[in-house]
């Protein structure tokens, strides 16, 4: 962590204050040291009071994205005094939660513009950065979905992101991370808004039928063998009706319009990456079934009779269940067992 991520996760724990001499002390660094972090941290839209008793304290936040404040969110109690015990044990959930990242996220980067988060990290992967490193973009101009088309993402007003992940993994069970990607994003947005997220097989995450969020996951593979993954994510969370453009007013939400409220998209963005965290040790210890199982609960799709376009063609049928692998399995018309690995579903009412 850099001191700067330190000092923030060091003020997030003590929200009472800390003196100067504490924080030089911890970080083994002179207070002249500290105030002058402190300051280049006030630049960068921190709102942090300096009291003669309480020492210094966050009274306000930037609405940015800056890649010490993300570390220092996950690598919060990481550092210095310890949780206190009545916040341990309120349930092993937030024990959970509050572990510092293992991969995901132990690697963050801030972009102002970028083409794709998801080009970024591909360049990443050729210069052989390890896996978990996350890319974050607060606006992209090319931005993209599958099939080549457009993800709108405007400045500041959503999340824009990438992962770079090299599971070991056959190129056919990668669907399993597009599983993981929808469940840990219906998790961190149900604990930090309290709505409750629909899962649309495959990539998106719905909320009263519309998309708040869509997952682009893209593979560079050998023919038996995984090299890595981009698994790139995108969530609409302060976008308000007027910002999407006309041809997705009826189809595409934010986080905002359905809660009526402005959302913190450092928080977000931090408690979906603990939860990808945790969901992406459990593909890795081969239990993706604990992962689907919750995906079956939250998703519209298993159960209903759909419709999946396959390039040129198009599959009617029931969706019945959530392979091993990551695939639908989907019961035609016709009582044909068809397993699908991509598409677009749409569900008959
Ligand atoms: C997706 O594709 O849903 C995957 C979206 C992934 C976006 C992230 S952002 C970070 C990373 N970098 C990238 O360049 N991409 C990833 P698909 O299922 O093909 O859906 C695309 C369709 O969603 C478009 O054709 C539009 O109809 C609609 N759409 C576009 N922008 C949207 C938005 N912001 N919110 C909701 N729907 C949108």
Redesign the pocket.
Known sequence: MTTDAKILSALRENPGGVSGAQLAEQLGVSRAAVWARIEELRGAGFDISAGPHSGYRIVGEPDALLADDLLARLNCFGWGERPREPQLSKSKRLARTLAPPRIIGRDIRVFEQTT???DVIEKLARDGVKEGAVVFAES?TK?????G?????PARR?L???ILLRPDLRPQETTQLTVMAATALRRAIFSETKLQPEIKWP??ILIGGK?VA???TELNAEPDKVRHVTL???I?VNLDADEFPAE?KK??TSLKIETGETISRAELASAILRELDLDYALICTGKFTAVADEWEKHCVTIGKNVTVQIGGRKICGCAEALDDDGTLRLRTEHGHLERITGGDVTLEK
């Open positions: 794709s988060t998801n992209q931005g993209r979905g599958r099939l088309r457009k993800w709108i993402s959503g824009w992101f990438s990539n998106d998309k869509g997952i682009l790139g994510i995108g609409d997705l189809t595409a």
